[in-house]
């Protein structure tokens, strides 16, 4: 465009100078992530959020790793036994963060929605789906982060009280770090799910009751099945119970493999799940009107 | 610019813009009127992509607003003033909005001053009133220097100052070329603020004219006279074929006449005058005559009670006001 300028017209406007309009750039993803960061960090509930993950992982860490006891396997253990539960001491939370997150990535787009603020968004981004995908990385980037502080920073606070109950595992044996990864990853793509559910039905109120309902629900009521007879084997096809199949060290059983699904199994079912959520979302939000 | 062709817009069953066509030029401030419900905010939801039209299409200095590279650039709209996350400071949120175009920080803070929204630009949207909400609305309005302002009800809740500061804001911007497009309910504003005027009318375009031509048309003027003798020259005025009504006592409203020619018979008949005058229309009364079969929510004043009766006496008479075009100019 050219430089076009304003005048400041009288009154409340008095010492505001000329504006060269060079200034105004187009619309660019950098930009996007940037004005996203922004929206993101400029909220109280998302330090709420995030504060409350960091302090109940470490804080369940802590007090699971202080409470472990040989006693409870006859005094002694193997390596892969205290490899398993040092592992869950740290990821274990995840099953209540993890619904934090939800609720976070819930936030993220409802709140927009609920206070009418993402007329603004969709007017500055037309495009809207580069604004979306913009918030996806935002939220993903910070719960990955937020997931390694917690987990991983949880896993190497604690370790001296396991090691105190002669559960010492190091960091670096081999399969620790990438399941205490995978949990950081976890809280990162059930919070990208719970903003796919919340971009979707555009209500904290629907959005939270549809994420609890796949995270916490879904996995008792296939348990109840499984008891009748029904639903053989749905449960690893649930994302709270893939998670945790990537996020736990899996014990072997014998003549090879684990009594799961393998790793990356549980992990593209995690992903379907963000897809089936996301996809959708993303391709109604430039149907709709806003 | 921004140039519409059959614009619908269509809710289940209820039609809310209904294949609206207009032109809105740059270098004037053009008014959108219409009573509650007739599509103006639609249509102008429409213009910035918000809502996607039925049929037909708008666009926006040539193009769709959406296929612009730097929207905000473009337009600057202010739709609703409390789209803002309430939880929100006013400079962030601004800072959000200027980062999707790469408007520098400066920008930010010069219309936060614009807007003499300086003191609370740290406070949370929350809890701003109504016409803070208005200035920071505004001031994210103008973030990207557009090219086209459009603004609905600017001047809802803001004080004095304010309202006289949006006027020479949009005068000025119009001054300098740009195209300006705001809705108000305050006749009297529009009338100060608008070079042309559209009236929309469940959903329809009811007028696109000139404000002077808008209220040439739908307006009648009246001679009016205060006089002692005011039955007398009440059927003076009658034998000389004029239309006259008296809604009070001394007084007379004349239509259809010239002046001079009323003062003319007066002095003719040795009628003492306390008053002469001629009385023309306001755009209220001419908004008022022009959407009076399109309220969509009906009240005493819209439905059996004539407001038109309290102001302008003569007006009320006429059943086809339209018909009076510029006669007694």
Known sequence: MSTTTYQQPAAPTQGVGRTPSAHVKNVSFGGNLKAEWIKFSSLRSTWWSIGIMIVMSIGLSAIVSATLNPEMFGGTIDETTAKIFAVQSSAFSLAFTGLIAAVLGVLVISGEYSTGMIRSTFTAVPKRTAALVAKIFILFGVLLIVGVISIVGGFILTSGLREANGFGVGLMEPGVLGALFSGALYLGLIGVMAFGFGALVRSAAGGIAISVGVLMVLPILVQIMNQFGWGDGLQGWLPANAGSAIYSIQPPVPGGGTAGMEYWQSLLILIGWVLIAVVPALVLAKRRDA | ?329
Do not use: C
Request: no cysteine; glycine share 10%; hydrophobic share 40%.
């Open chain 2, 1 to 329: 610019m921004i140039e519409a062709q059959s614009l619908t817009k269509r809710y289940g069953s209820k039609t809310a813009v209904d294949g609206v066509t207009f032109t809105i030029k740059p270098g004037k401030v053009t008014g959108f009127l219409g009573p509650n419900g007739a599509g103006k905010s639609t249509t102008m939801r429409m213009i910035v992509g918000l809502d996607s039209p039925t049929q037909g299409h708008v666009t926006v200095n040539g193009r769709p607003y959406a296929q612009h590279r730097s929207p905000l650039h473009e337009v600057g709209a202010l739709l609703d003033a409390k789209a803002v996350h309430t939880g929100r400071s006013a400079r962030n949120h601004l800072r959000a909005m200027a980062a999707t175009h790469g408007i520098p920080t400066s920008r930010v803070d010069q219309v936060i001053e614009m807007t003499g929204l300086t003191s609370v630009a740290s406070k949370r949207v929350g809890g701003f009133s109504l016409g803070m909400g208005q200035r920071l609305g505004i001031a994210a309005a103008l973030l990207g220097d557009p090219q086209t302002l459009i603004l609905d009800e600017p001047v809802n809740g803001l004080d004095p100052d304010g309202v006289l500061w949006v006027r020479q804001l949009v005068r000025g911007l119009a001054a300098q070329g740009k195209t300006v497009l705001l809705s108000s309910h305050l006749m009297s504003e529009m009338a100060q603020t608008a070079d042309h005027i559209i009236v929309l009318g469940r959903g329809r375009i009811i007028a696109d004219a000139p404000v002077a031509e808008l209220v040439g048309s739908a307006t009648t003027t009246t001679v009016r006279i205060r006089s002692p003798h005011f039955e007398r020259f009440q059927d003076v005025l009658r034998q000389s074929g004029m239309t006259v009504a008296s809604s009070e006592p001394q007084l007379l409203d004349v239509t259809g006449v010239p002046i001079e020619r009323v003062g003319e018979l007066a002095a003719q008949s040795g009628i003492i005058l306390h008053e002469l005058r001629t009385v023309t229309g306001s755009l209220e009364e001419a908004y008022l005559n022009l959407t009076r079969n399109d309220v969509e929510y009906q009240t005493d004043a819209a439905a059996g009670f004539d407001p038109r009766a309290v102001i302008h006496p003569a007006a009320a008479q006429q059943q086809a006001p339209q018909t009076f075009q510029g006669e007694n100019r």
